[in-house]
């Protein structure tokens, strides 16, 4: 009888029978692979090398770089049951290191910081403390972009002959011309607060970001003499000089300049801190925050006295008004509670900073008095002069040198309010509700929604002409001028203008304008 033949193993069954002893593998190493698949943090990438200063090229649309991110893994592969103890540890360790990460991104850091170590990357910004060298030493519900609220029509028909030569002057401020507005970008994310220095020698304009990330943008600067075609002699086109330095951890709220040193510029943050540039040494020092890094404290605005340069006053998120002594420790501060929602914004009397006004997400501007400060232990707080309510929140109250108190609120209204015999008044002294009520209320859209900075009246502070005067951010795409009796001025527009301008600031002295964008870009009218 011939010997059975073995039977032929067909190359499906030996890849079956591979594919089992894999599956066999993989199931009995399925603890290691677990500690494998569990993310680690993610080494911090290099520092990239600082580019040349030379102008950037030609613009190209380049597609935006992605953050690195771990590479997704199948549980399923890995032997782990949906259930499992290790998957769910997984995902546990995932949340808990997403988790840090954004924690760590918005600590307040403390002490003093060099402006080379914190310098902004990238090519708009790559300038650095080079961008600082010539400030050192110095002396309808919903908008219609584009559709003008106030026209040349407006300032022809004007009788009153005083009005009209102001509305002349005011409407001839031009657009700032040696670049685009869309190449000023004066900080990487939202303009939220924004302030010039009050240098007469050329403009330079403070602007602070969303993120905590300071501006720097001197006016005066020179563009390179270009081609037809917008290159220089390198064949590149050339960007602005701006720098931008991470300053704080969270929004920049506010500016102050100081009134005894031209080179500090004081910034406040809802980061719980308040900091002190220096200018001429390219440092960034840390004169308030509270003792304990974890306590919330966040702060919407500061003002100082010129006649007492050491102390700052200041307001929070929580309404709370604060007074500090910058020559004493850090977390030293007089807090006193004066409502409890928050204040938006607030301002001195720049001529007796005594008296102060404050705009509240509880409907009022109230007018305080420093010099009598009233009740006990917790509940001690400035004298309340006098308040007046609005239909909705107000979000800011700006004090001219004339007296006058401009107010922003949700009810579309901008509110003029006029006080010119308020240094007389005594300690603690009542206002009666009369002269409570605003002297002019003026139709203005003030729904910014979601992702446009509040907008808020600034007065020009020290107007050469003595006429005073602020400016405010318009939905369609302007900046507006008025004059204290609620009078339109000037209605600023100019070419390539493609977001709000929302946060406006007057020059204390000059007829020059500046608005920032929600995309980091600066307007200048001069």
Known sequence: ??????????????????????????????????????????????????????????????????????????????????DSNVLKRKYEVEAEVKAEEAKAKKLRVSGDLQLGDIKVEGRKWDNGLDGLAGLKGLAVRGAQPGVRTFTDEDVKETTDKDLKNLRLRMSGLKLYEKWEVNDIKITPQRVYSM??????????????????????????????????????????????????????????????????????VFSASYDS????????????????????SK?????????????????????????????HDIREK??????????????????????????????????????????????????????????????????????SAGGHIATSSYDDRIKIYNFPDAGSWEPGHDISDKDMKPTASITHN????????????QWQKAPKDNLHKFVIGNMNRFVDVFAANGEQLAQLDGDGITAVPAVAHFHPTQDWVAGGTASGKLCLWM
Not at 202 to 226: L, N, T, Y
Not at 273 to 289: N, T
Not at 295 to 323: C, K, N, W, Y
Not at 447 to 454: C, E, L
């Open 273 to 292: 801190s308040i900091r002190k540039l220096d200018l001429d040494k390219g440092v960034s020092m840390e004169v308030f925050a509270p003792a304990d």
């Open 446 to 457: 003030n729904q910014t929604g979601r992702w446009v900075t509040i907008l808020k009246p």
């Open 195 to 264: 302030g010039f220095h009050p240098t007469e020698s050329k403009p330079i304009i403070f602007a602070g970001d969303k993120e905590g990330a300071m501006g720097v943008f001197d006016a005066s600067q020179e563009m390179p003499e270009v081609n037809e075609d917008g290159e220089d002699e390198n064949g590149e086109y050339p960007n602005p000089i701006i720098s931008a330095f991470k300053t704080h951890s969270r929004t920049i709220s506010s500016f102050h300049f100081s009134p005894a040193d031209e080179n500090a």
């Open 1 to 82: 009888m011939p010997p059975k033949k073995e039977p032929v193993m067909s190359a499906f069954e030996r890849k079956r029978l591979e594919n089992i002893a894999n599956n066999n593998a993989i199931l009995s190493g399925i603890s290691t692979t677990a500690e494998k698949i569990i993310p680690k943090p993610a080494p911090k990438p290099k520092p990239k090398p600082r580019a040349s200063a030379t102008p950037r090229a030609k613009r190209e649309v380049k597609t935006r770089e992605q953050p690195v991110r771990a590479t997704r893994q199948s549980s399923r592969l890995a032997g782990l049951d949906a």
């Open 330 to 399: 850090t977390s030293s501060a007089d807090i006193w509670q004066l409502t409890e929602q928050k204040i938006g914004g607030f301002s001195l009397h720049p001529r007796h900073p005594h008296l102060l006004a404050t705009a509240s997400l509880d409907r009022t501007l109230k007018i305080w008095d420093l010099r009598k400060i009233t009740g006990k232990g917790d509940l001690r707080h400035p004298a309340l002069l006098g308040e007046h309510e609005s239909r909705l929140s107000v979000s800011h109250a700006s004090w």
């Open 295 to 323: 306590e919330e404290l966040p702060i919407s605005a500061i003002d100082m006295a010129a006649s007492d340069p050491h102390v700052i006053v200041f307001s929070t998120l929580h309404g709370s008004l604060g007074r």
